[in-house]
Nanobody, 126 residues
Framework: QMQVVESGGGLVQAGGSLSLSCTLS????????MAWFRQAPGKEREFVAT????????TYSDSVKGRFTISRGDTRNTAALQMTNLKAEDTAVYYC???????????????????WGQGTQVTVSS
C-alpha cells in the first residue's frame, strides 16, 4: 500500500511564497503521476497541478498558472509545489495524490489518483 505524506503548509501574507512537499513510500512509485489538489472551506476539492512520473510534463489550473511550480524529485518519490505571489483565495487544505491516470483529462481529476495524503493547511492573510 502506498503512503502519501505532505508537509510545508502554514500561514503567509498575501504576495508571499510557500513550498509544499510530498513523499511517497510503501511500494514502487516510479510509474505514478503526482498531483496537488486543494479544498477551500465550503467548496469542493479542485485540481491545482500535476507532474508525470518522469517529471518531464506538468499541467496547472488556470488559477495558479504562472504563480505555482510543481516538480518531481530526482528519486521520483517526491514532489514539490512552489507557490509564489500567494493570494487570499489560495487559502485551502492542500492534498497530494499519486496515481496512474488513464487519460490526459484524468490527470486533472480526482478519478486519476487512488492514493491521497491527509492534507496540509495553507492560509494566506490579506
Amino acid at each position: 500500500q502506498m503512503q502519501v505524506v505532505e508537509s510545508g503548509g502554514g500561514l503567509v501574507q498575501a504576495g508571499g511564497s510557500l513550498s509544499l512537499s510530498c513523499t511517497l513510500s510503501g511500494q514502487s512509485w516510479s510509474a505514478y503521476d503526482m498531483a496537488w489538489f486543494r479544498q477551500a472551506p465550503g467548496k469542493e476539492r479542485e485540481f491545482v497541478a500535476t507532474v508525470n512520473w518522469s517529471g518531464t510534463s506538468t499541467t496547472y489550473s488556470d488559477s495558479v498558472k504562472g504563480r505555482f511550480t510543481i516538480s518531481r524529485g530526482d528519486t521520483r518519490n517526491t514532489a514539490a509545489l512552489q507557490m509564489t505571489n500567494l493570494k487570499a483565495e489560495d487559502t485551502a487544505v492542500y492534498y497530494c495524490a499519486a496515481g496512474r491516470p488513464w487519460s490526459e483529462a484524468d490527470t486533472q481529476t480526482e478519478n486519476g489518483y487512488n492514493f491521497w495524503g491527509q492534507g496540509t493547511q495553507v492560509t494566506v492573510s490579506s
